[in-house]
């Protein structure tokens, strides 16, 4: 039976959408994950939990909310039934109550981060019956969270929306001068409201450009000149350093069927979403 999936459900008027998994066949969910310019949520239906191993060590969750991370992590579960959710960076601002820079390197459990109203929004999840019902429960829940007051500066968007335009290749001192900030100013405030500084998003953007690439099964060599890497060697340390593997490595032939599932829904959710640069 393999496994059954759903998704991706845009969540209204939020930068967000939502996918759900189910381990039909029990074959066991085992995912190495590299870095993704987006916030995600997940939640394990079940009752075994997750196990996540990051930066912080080897831990069991019910559900976690990762960042923008810059370091591979790797989920495992015996069955797992899963909903996730993405959020862009800018919308995570408004929806988490916490600075993204606040979650840090690694995973940060669901019941730490929203407290009572995690444990309540996973028992409505797992009361439901189709994946539509727990769409809908996901989206009724993020959107109680939302607090429009509560957005970055109009200049720390801008610079995000180049980061994005340019596909992580735009210089940090021309970003600096578009908005008219100083780069020290522009760093903290960036990092504050994104969760990393504006050059740690703009190699995490073009690394998943690259992951593009190399999943269609383009030569590194290419992928590295038409991405603007300095040479392929440069291309791999940004591969070891996001996906804690090799460039030759990342062929979609030899993902996971649920590995090839994900990539299909979140691939380039945001980069689509990409916005003209100023001429």
Same mark, same amino acid.
């Not at 969270?145 to 801008?158: I, Q, S």
């Given at each position: 039976? /393999?496994?059954?999936?759903?998704? %991706? ?5 939020? @930068?967000?959408?939502i996918? =759900? $998994? ?30 996540? @191993?990051?930066?912080a ?5 019910? /559900?976690?909310?990762?960042?923008l %991370? ?15 959710v ?6 995570? $601002? ?12 690694? *995973? ?6 929203? /407290?009572?109203?995690?444990?309540? #929004? ?5 009361s ?16 109680h ?11 720390? #968007?801008?610079c995000?929306?180049?980061i ?30 994104? =969760? ?8 995490? *953007?073009r690394?998943r $450009?690259?992951?593009? /690439? ?10 590295? *000149? ?11 340390? &940004?591969v070891?350093?996001?996906? &804690?593997?090799? %460039? =030759?490595?990342?062929?979609? @032939? ?8 994900r $990539? ?16």
């Open positions: 039976m /393999g496994w059954d999936f759903a998704g %991706p459900a845009d969540a209204g008027p939020l @930068d967000a959408a996918i =759900g $998994y189910r381990d039909a066949s029990g074959a066991g969910l085992d995912l190495r994950v590299a870095g993704a310019a987006a916030i995600t949520v997940v939640i394990e239906l079940g009752d075994r939990g997750l196990i996540v @191993d990051d930066a060590g080897q831990r069991t969750l019910g /559900g976690f909310v990762v960042g %991370p810059l370091e591979a992590m790797r989920i495992r579960s015996e069955r797992a039934e899963c909903v996730e993405r959020l862009s960076p800018i919308q995570a $601002y408004s929806l988490l109550g916490v600075s993204p820079t606040d979650l840090g390197r690694g *995973v940060v459990a669901l019941e730490d981060l929203w /407290g009572s109203r995690a444990r309540r #929004l996973r028992e409505r999840l797992v439901t019956r189709t994946w539509d019902e727990r769409f809908a429960v996901m989206k009724s829940f993020l959107a969270l939302d607090r429009p007051m509560r957005t970055p500066d109009p200049e720390v #968007l801008a995000w929306n180049r994005l335009a340019s596909g992580g290749r735009v210089k940090i001192g021309e970003l600096a001068e578009s908005v008219e900030w100083s780069r020290k100013r522009l760093w903290a405030r960036f990092e504050s409201q994104i =969760g990393l500084t504006p050059k740690r998003a703009a190699m995490l *953007v690394f $450009y690259a992951v593009d /690439g190399l999943l269609a099964g383009r030569p590194a060599a290419d992928v590295a *000149v038409d991405c603007g890497y300095t040479d392929q060697a440069h291309l791999c340390r &940004d070891s350093l996001f996906a &804690d593997r090799t %460039p =030759g490595s990342l062929r979609a @032939d030899d993902l996971p069927t649920i590995a090839r599932h $990539y299909r829904a979140w691939g380039r959710f945001f980069q689509d979403r990409r916005v003209p640069l100023d001429r």
